[in-house]
């Protein structure tokens, strides 16, 4: 009884599930019935401060005057105006089942806003670190405190003990260079010292003074490159520029996006006539943030003014473009995949802006540490022996001078460059090849910075950088200028040399030496060559003088033929050889190995001598038969 009970409350409640389904249906087919909802809940606006977003990227103070972004010639964007608000996307008119009617649009969505926040929170952060650092008097005045006070306590603690005994060091010193007779090193040694106490105490009096110097100076460099890329943005002349780099990846980058996911398309007639008013209806300006804030019945209006803007625009798409409204109610799907590219898009554009702003944000704390750590640098610096240990702190700060600038005006190049393409890829819709192009300029932007790319340079570990630069530089200049005079010189002394005339021969030229030239091959490495005299030839003066045959040649002498006898070609320590001259040698006798005759191409074998001769044919040398009597030296008569 009781089951049979229970089945027909299960029957009753199917039954009137199946008629709530059906009056659903019909109200979305015709959402004009009286008394029966529509289930199209307009998406809740955000606040432009909320979030992570809001947390990672401070608000504009002041808060930016009220302006529309999507003006014929705006003066505004969308960045200054709404920040990070409204770049997400929601289902809409999916039934009265909500995302349970529709899975694939929900999860689509739900994917599509996850990858969509990582490229928000990555942008945030490059923007919120890019403002911070452009204004270092802001966040560094409670670091400038401390700076003050730790310079005072290490003057205190280690230059007013230790001073004097660095001084009567120094003292020591100049009396030892002059009791050599160094005076050059005594010179030194008392300029140095003087200029490494000067500076250490200008910078134990004034230490915040100091730091702040540096500030103003790199300040004043990255604010020339920033306000190089302002007219990039549309930004009124009021407004920070360094906020116009933000605009830049915010409006072309974010923005896109978020019209792509929301509309199918960043440049499609539809996204420039609803994708403005979708915008507006989705997020709070600055402007209507603070009036939200400032009472809840007019945070209440508000939020009915978007929902019902949000849902008469909707309606608009839904009646004029069908296939857009497909897109935005989620179920056209590809909102993953274009947050998928928003990330990489965001990492493209703003990677190296990133670096860069944290390499300048390391120099500037840098800086302030050197401030507070040179008093007691400069107990053991102040000896000129002991040089390189200031020397080492003037490169450090010399290479975060000159990294902080070179990174400033990196990042303003890049971003420049960046965002010349990402505005001619919205015109021509080439959005992939966009990305891509952006790629490649981050690509040679961390190649060029290469060299600076490094702590160790900031921190003067390395060769690279600052002062060691500059160093270097002077030493090449000063090498190739002092070169260049050696050489001007002596070789006009030698022209001077040459142009002097010869003295006449003779005997009163006989006392002046002459450098030989024009020295035959033999005579090279050899101290000195002479020729045997013969006593039947004249010997002509230009030959003693040069040690060469004179310009008129000597005398031949007359021909004499001699007998050439044994006993005349002996020479001390030798003896004729007499016997029998054989055709072959005996066979008792060791035989004769083959051996060449020394610088010849002359071979001695065991069955003669003959030469050896290249042969074309075979392209090799082959050794000619000794006893062919028609070859003289390897060649046939």
């Not at 015709?30 to 979030?51: E, F, R, W, Y």
């Not at 923005?255 to 398309?265: C, F, K, M, P, V």
């Not at 090449?476 to 070789?491: I, N």
């Not at 006593?535 to 001699?562: F, K, M, Y």
Request: net charge neutral.
């Amino acid at each position: 009884m009781r089951s049979r009970r229970l089945a027909l409350v299960l029957a009753a409640t199917a039954v009137a599930l199946l008629c709530t389904i059906a009056a659903a249906s019909s109200a979305q087919a015709h959402p004009s019935i009286p008394g029966v909802p529509d289930c199209k809940d307009a998406p809740t606006a955000q606040m432009p401060g909320d979030g992570v977003t809001g947390f990672l990227d401070a608000p504009p103070r002041p808060a930016p005057a009220p302006g529309d972004p999507w003006a014929a010639h705006p003066t505004t964007s969308v960045y200054e105006q709404y920040g990070y608000a409204g770049l997400a996307w929601h289902t809409y008119d999916l039934g009265c089942g909500g995302d349970a009617r529709d899975m694939g649009a929900a999860s689509d969505t739900m994917l599509g806003n996850a990858a969509l926040s990582v490229a928000n929170w990555g942008t945030a952060a490059t923007n919120g670190l890019h403002n911070t650092i452009a204004h270092p008097g802001e966040y560094m005045a409670p670091l400038d405190d401390v700076v003050g006070t730790v310079t005072t306590r290490v003057h205190n603690a280690i230059w007013s003990p230790w001073g004097g005994a660095s001084l009567l060091g120094v003292v020591v010193l100049l009396l030892f260079y002059s009791a050599h007779g160094r005076l050059s090193d005594v010179t030194r040694a008392a300029a140095w010292a003087v200029l490494v106490i000067t500076v250490m105490a200008g910078l134990a009096q004034y230490p915040a003074r100091v730091s702040s110097f540096f500030d103003h100076t790199i300040t004043g460099s990255i604010a020339g490159v920033n306000a190089a890329s302002s007219g990039l943005a549309s930004l009124p002349a009021t407004s920070d520029p360094a906020r116009a780099q933000g605009s830049l990846l915010v409006d072309r980058v974010l923005y896109d996006a978020w019209l792509r996911g929301e509309l199918g398309s960043s440049d499609s007639p539809a996204a420039r006539r609803w994708g403005p008013a979708l915008f507006r209806a989705s997020a709070y300006s600055w402007t209507e943030e603070k009036v939200a804030k400032s009472s809840p019945d007019k945070a209440q209006q508000l939020a009915d003014a978007k929902a019902a803007a949000w849902k008469d625009t909707a309606q608009q798409i839904q009646d004029q473009d069908p296939s857009t409204y497909a897109y935005l109610q989620g179920k056209a799907g590809g909102r993953l995949g274009t947050g998928v590219m928003t990330i990489f898009g965001a990492t493209f554009t703003g990677l190296f802006r990133l670096v860069s702003d944290l390499f300048t944000f390391a120099g500037l704390a840098m800086l302030r540490l050197l401030v507070m750590l040179f008093p007691a640098v400069a107990v053991l610096g102040v000896l000129a022996p002991l040089s390189g240990i200031v020397r080492r702190v003037a490169n450090i700060g010399g290479a975060s001078v000159v990294n902080v600038i070179a990174f400033a005006a990196a990042s303003s190049v890049h971003t420049t460059v960046v965002s010349a393409i990402l505005s001619r890829a919205r015109l021509g819709g080439m959005n992939m090849l966009a990305l891509v192009l952006c790629l490649v300029v981050t690509l040679v932007a961390f190649v060029l910075m290469f060299p600076l790319l490094s702590l160790t340079n900031v921190v003067g570990l390395s060769h690279g950088g600052g002062v060691s630069a500059l160093r270097r530089a002077g030493r090449l200049l000063t090498r190739y200028a002092v070169t260049r005079q050696a050489v001007h010189d002596g070789t006009g002394h030698e022209e001077e040399h040459d142009e002097a005339p010869a003295p006449p021969p003779g005997p009163a030229a006989a006392s002046v030496r002459y450098r030989a030239v024009d020295l035959p091959a033999e005579v090279f490495s050899r101290p000195e060559v002479r020729h045997p005299p013969l006593p039947s030839v004249d010997t002509d003066p230009a030959t003693e003088l040069a040690g060469r045959p004179g310009p008129g040649g000597a005398p031949a002498l007359p021909h004499q033929p001699r007998r050439q006898t044994a006993q005349w070609m002996l020479r001390e320590n030798e003896h004729v050889i007499e016997g029998t001259v054989v055709d072959e040698s005996p066979a008792h006798l060791r035989r004769i190995e083959s051996y060449d005759v020394h610088d010849s191409h002359t071979e001695v074998r065991p069955d003669g001598v003959g030469p050896r001769i290249y042969d074309p044919a075979t392209k090799s040398t082959v050794l000619v038969p000794a006893r062919e009597p028609d070859l003289v030296d390897g060649r046939r008569t």
